[in-house]
């Protein structure tokens, strides 16, 4: 769809308000922070069981973000999370001895999934295997005839989102409050209609769309494929990426727990971990110098592609319509020293515009949060988001409307885990960074040693 296409602007009418700062704040961040709460219960109790040793955190990790998606898109509670099922399940293993791996690393055995969850991420895996296929339509239609697992996990999928608009009506019409994507998109149509002196129409499909398509496209960007998912966190999950970084330099890990502590004192002396409206609302320089120089060194988006639209030049070069532009984000001037380029190549609106500074080339390689930080006029240390080049969620109209939203999971989710966890260094071995190159770069091995941090 193009963006000049009206659908392009109805879609974003519908959805726009889930990105401002009072519903990230008010509705979003607690659903968050309760999942993220979650998943250190569940690593507090896999941390006391493997006594010191590593555990494979990937499949954790992506049972965190399927339960922060959902709560998010449908405000769906404990009985349908993965990662409750999971601390259930060992609940029941007590003192019985784990299996290692050749590795040394502890074998956690993973209950099966709540059917309707189990639906929705075989659709992700689904959606995600299309991106590989040379015809994804023709790929679609001969798995739906062929697969019967599908065709059922589509039809739950559908059960499932009509039922959970009937219980969000049910809560909206008693006076319940705003909870979740789904109740926003509702209360929309509500006022729309009254508007337009209509009855609603929740059931549409445009409005089943919307839901369907944030769920389980989320859902799909966690499929090997095609994310940085359960483990660089893409578009929704960077967080093992961030921990991997963190562990392997205990300097960077030391320096930001120190900064939480400091910027959340109050939480620190009272022995509790900080709150919801304390993490969004606090600033921590070196917290968002972490957060963004992980996303610059193993980002969501190595490349992103525009067609262009007419005749146009770039850096001098003369460029027809209905070309393809692959802008990569992880080569020169991102990691990697940047190309000569002329200034009398660029546009006078692309000069009039550069706003960023340049990444110094002798470092430019490292992992190095302190790039971010500058001091200011009243000579304190803030964050500086313009620093240099970085661009992990895509730019303009079609980069990535869960920006923001993103960003608000990242600080919650990394806040907590580095808040209550010391992140040991592993093995050579464990802590590789090695990848594997699809259409993003997902990490072969994503394990963490993890001593409670009292």
């Not at 989102?161 to 006076?175: F, P, Q, V």
């Not at 303009?396 to 260094?425: H, T």
Request: charged fraction near 25%.
């Amino acid at each position: 769809m193009r963006t000049s296409d009206p659908r392009f602007k109805g879609n974003k009418e519908l959805v726009k308000d889930l990105m401002t700062p009072a519903f990230l704040h008010e509705v979003s961040a607690p659903e968050i922070y309760a999942k993220a709460t979650s998943l250190v219960d569940l690593w507090t109790v896999k941390a006391k069981l493997a006594a010191g040793r590593p555990f494979n955190a990937d499949r954790d990790i992506f049972d965190a973000a399927i339960d922060i998606i959902n709560a998010a898109t449908f405000g769906l509670g404990d009985d349908l999370s993965t990662v409750k099922h999971q601390l259930d399940s060992l609940a029941r293993v007590g003192d019985a001895e784990l299996p290692l791996s050749p590795d040394g690393s502890v074998e956690f055995a993973h209950p099966p999934d709540v059917p309707e969850i189990a639906a929705i991420h075989e659709i992700g895996l689904h959606i995600g295997e299309q991106f590989k296929a040379l015809f994804p339509k023709i790929s679609h239609r001969y798995k739906v005839l062929t697969r019967p697992s599908l065709v059922k996990a589509i039809s739950m999928k559908d059960k499932l989102i009509h039922d959970e608009i009937e219980k969000a009506l049910a809560r909206l019409r008693s006076g319940g409050r705003v909870r979740s994507a789904m109740d926003h998109i509702l209360q929309r149509e509500m006022n729309a209609a009254k508007k337009a002196d209509r009855l609603p129409v929740f059931h549409s499909p445009r409005i089943h769309d919307e839901v369907r398509d944030g769920n389980t496209i989320r859902t799909s960007q966690l499929h090997p494929t095609i994310r940085q998912g359960s483990s660089w966190f893409a578009k929704t999950d960077f967080r093992l990426g961030m921990i991997k970084w963190v562990a392997d330099d205990q300097g960077v890990q030391n320096k930001l727990r120190a900064a939480l502590r400091s910027a959340y004192g109050t939480a620190l002396d009272e022995k509790r971990q900080p709150s919801v409206t304390e993490l969004w609302k606090t600033p921590v320089p070196y917290l968002d110098a972490v957060i963004e120089e992980s996303l610059r060194v193993t980002g969501p988006l190595p490349v992103s592609q525009r067609r262009t639209v007419v005749d146009t030049v770039i850096l001098g070069r003369n460029i027809p319509k209905g070309t393809d532009i692959i802008f990569v984000a992880n080569g020169p001037s991102y990691l990697s020293p940047s190309i000569s380029v002329p200034d009398n190549a660029r546009s006078e609106s692309s000069r009039a515009k550069y706003s960023h500074g340049h990444w110094n080339p002798e470092d430019i390689h490292l992992f190095r949060p302190e790039r971010w930080l500058r001091i200011d006029e009243n000579g304190r240390e803030v964050f500086d988001p313009q620093a240099g080049p970085a661009m992990p969620f895509g730019l303009g109209p079609r980069g990535c409307f869960g920006r923001r939203l993103a960003y608000l999971e990242i600080r919650i989710v990394l806040a907590l885990l580095v808040w209550n966890f010391e992140f040991q260094r592993l093995s050579e071995e464990l802590s590789s960074h090695a990848v594997v190159d699809t259409l993003t770069s997902t990490p072969e091995k994503c394990f963490v040693a993890l001593n409670k941090v009292s």
